[in-house]
């Protein structure tokens, strides 16, 4: 897999839980790249006060569309509230919904742990990996 074949997704705590529970499927986003090719690994960073590497999951589609659009197809698999959605998406024409597979959940990889091994630095929504990142695409042979 290329290092384009990986990407790095920053997500609040909340909808981490829920996905690695298997209640949450689709995850929002107000924009996205039209460059990710379904069926690409995303690595899970939880965004403060977790702070870690939390696991994987497989973006199987994405899917770009009205918000209303989005919520009449999959308001249950977002686990949102409607005013959750709709002031996420507050004056917005269209909005991406990722459906996400395989979820996995790894041992955390602290910040700290990974701006010393990979001089990482949290995505503020989403990125590709950097060079410097690339043993990160091997997560489950990495013990914090």
């Known amino acids: 897999m290329s290092k384009e074949g990986c990407i790095v997704i920053s997500i609040k705590p909340k909808w981490v839980d829920l996905i690695f529970s298997g209640k949450k499927t689709i995850e929002l986003r107000r924009s ?14 939880s965004s403060a006060p977790v702070s870690a590497i939390v696991g ?8 770009k569309n009205t918000p209303l659009s989005i919520w009449s197809k999959f308001c249950k ?27 996995k959940r790894l041992p955390n990889i602290t910040l700290d742990s990974l701006r010393e091994r990979y001089n990482f630095t949290p995505p503020v929504s989403w990125r590709f990996l950097k060079e410097s990142e690339i043993g990160l695409k091997s997560l489950e042979q990495i013990n914090d």
Request: glycine residues 6%; hydrophobic residues 40%; charged residues 25%.
């Open 32 to 45: 996205f790249s039209n460059k990710i090719e379904n069926g690409v690994q995303a690595i899970i960073y």
């Open 56 to 63: 994987i999951v497989i973006i199987k589609s994405v899917e």
């Open 77 to 103: 698999e977002t686990q949102a509230s409607k005013a959750e959605f709709d002031a996420y998406y507050d004056g917005r024409d269209y909005g991406i919904a990722l459906t996400l597979s395989e979820p």
